[in-house]
């Protein structure tokens, strides 16, 4: 088990259950980021133009919270910071915007949402929830082609604060804190 250590845009190394004293979302997102540019061969984006996509829930992959949204914003200021160039996509046509869900990619034309934001990578991502942790699932696929160019993902040990942004109403808050929170 990997413990703290995730500060800014700095994480650990791959591998584990990622435990931490308080959530941090943007380690979380440069643990992911790192994972995702080692897969590309271990250079920086280098001015790669890509798009984000709201992290969605795996078993419903119409539906993301306030989590899923959270992480993905953390994943794009560090993905940026490596290097990549990240389109804003809230007004694009080809991806499926929702009020309290954020940005999900529906079309599977990624030619065309790719052409029309003129992208050359998506990144898309799932979580999952086990009884006292989510799973963290995320790809980065070319757009032109959806073929999977990168693939990242970690386990996190569920906290009070984690919950509280799944249930987005408060409805899974177990009242477990985390270290930090007590």
């Known amino acids: 088990m990997l413990l703290a250590g995730l500060t800014g845009c ?5 591998g584990g259950t990622v435990s931490v004293a308080s959530p941090d979302f943007f380690g979380f997102g440069d643990y992911l980021a790192r994972q995702l540019v080692a897969g590309r061969g ?3 984006g280098n001015g790669e133009r890509i798009i984000l996509t709201s992290m969605v829930n795996l078993d419903n992959l119409q539906e993301t919270s306030a989590f899923g949204r959270t992480l993905t914003e ?7 910071r490596y290097g990549f160039q ?12 929702r009020d309290q869900e954020g940005e999900l990619l529906l079309s599977r034309d990624a030619a065309l949402l790719a052409k029309g934001q003129q992208v050359q990578g998506i990144v898309s991502g799932t979580y999952s929830l086990t009884p006292t942790t989510v ?3 995320v790809r980065l696929l070319a757009a032109g082609s959806q073929d999977v160019l ?9 906290t009070h604060n984690i919950n509280y942004l799944l249930a987005g109403d408060g ?12």
């Open 10 to 14: 700095g994480g650990p190394k791959p």
């Open 42 to 44: 271990g250079g920086a």
């Open 74 to 80: 953390a994943l794009s200021t560090c993905l940026f």
């Open 86 to 97: 990240v389109a804003e996509v809230r007004k694009a046509q080809a991806v499926f915007i």
């Open 135 to 137: 799973i963290v699932n």
């Open 150 to 158: 990168s693939v990242a993902g970690m386990e996190l040990q569920r």
């Open 171 to 182: 409805s899974l808050v177990d009242g477990r804190l985390s270290v930090y929170e007590r």
